[in-house]
Nanobody
Framework: QAQLVESGGGLVQPGGSLQLSCTAP????????MGWERQAPGKQREFVAGISSGGMTRYIDSVKGRFTISRHNAENTVVLQMNNLKAEDTAKYYCYAGALWGQGTQVTVSA
């Protein structure tokens, strides 16, 4: 059952930027890692980026240097800044926080 709310997806041209936000309905899950996964049509779901409760980040190799994940505990929010987007970034992006998941937001990169 989805309990997180994502926003910020949409259609963008190659080389463009989007910012995805994920908000928890209540206080941030202290001590929980947060992050994003994505699933493209016909492909397996894959990890994209994660951030620990202490702020350590990790990324899938294909987005390193282009995507930045950050968490904002006061706003119960985790943000994924995506720059220099490529067609292969097209997917539905899902936010997670501990064991909670969002319903996903679509990102389409196309000319």
């Amino acid at each position: 059952q989805a309990q997180l709310v994502e926003s910020g997806g949409g259609l963008v041209q190659p080389g463009g930027s989007l910012q995805l936000s994920c908000t928890a309905p209540g206080p941030m899950l202290t001590g929980q890692g947060m992050g994003w996964e994505r699933q493209a049509p016909g492909k397996q779901r894959e990890f994209v980026a994660g951030i620990s409760s202490g702020g350590m980040t990790r990324y899938i190799d294909s987005v390193k240097g282009r995507f930045t994940i950050s968490r904002h505990n006061a706003e119960n929010t985790v943000v994924l800044q995506m720059n220099n987007l490529k067609a292969e970034d097209t997917a539905k992006y899902y936010c997670y926080a501990g064991a909670l998941w969002g319903q996903g937001t679509q990102v389409t990169v196309s000319a």
